[in-house]
């Protein structure tokens, strides 16, 4: 994966969704479909909590930061919606940070 950008979100889940959550948000769920559409996406990875089963962390990787500026400006619209659609899931969702990849592979 030759990536230079990521982003990591941190979600509480619902009690009762998580098997929802992680169809919809794990590597070939419905944002990562949609983030396909972009050849700066290179993937994401769902990652779940072990203390805590209701926290989960995403990690979604893209060429640069302009890359992944350009694709949530030209898809507001669709981002918005399917974020909207995909609250009840959740009881927070934050984002943790940005990262700048560092050196090579």
Do not use: K
């Not at 009762?16 to 290179?42: H, K, L, S, V």
């Not at 995403?58 to 898809?75: E, V």
């Not at 959740?90 to 050196?103: A, D, H, K, N, P």
Request: net charge negative.
């Amino acid at each position: 994966m030759d990536y230079g950008f990521l982003v990591i979100w941190q979600f509480r889940v619902r009690p009762g969704m998580e098997a929802t959550f992680e169809r919809i948000y794990g590597p070939t769920g419905e944002w990562a479909q949609f983030f396909r559409n972009d050849p700066a996406y290179f993937g994401t990875q769902l990652n779940r909590g072990q203390a805590d089963l209701q926290i989960y962390i995403t990690l979604d990787f893209w060429a640069s930061q302009a890359a992944y500026d350009n694709f949530r400006t030209a898809n507001s619209v669709r981002y918005h919606a399917t974020d909207a659609q995909c609250e009840a899931l959740t009881e927070s969702e934050v984002e943790l940070g940005r990262f700048v990849r560092i050196g090579g592979a």
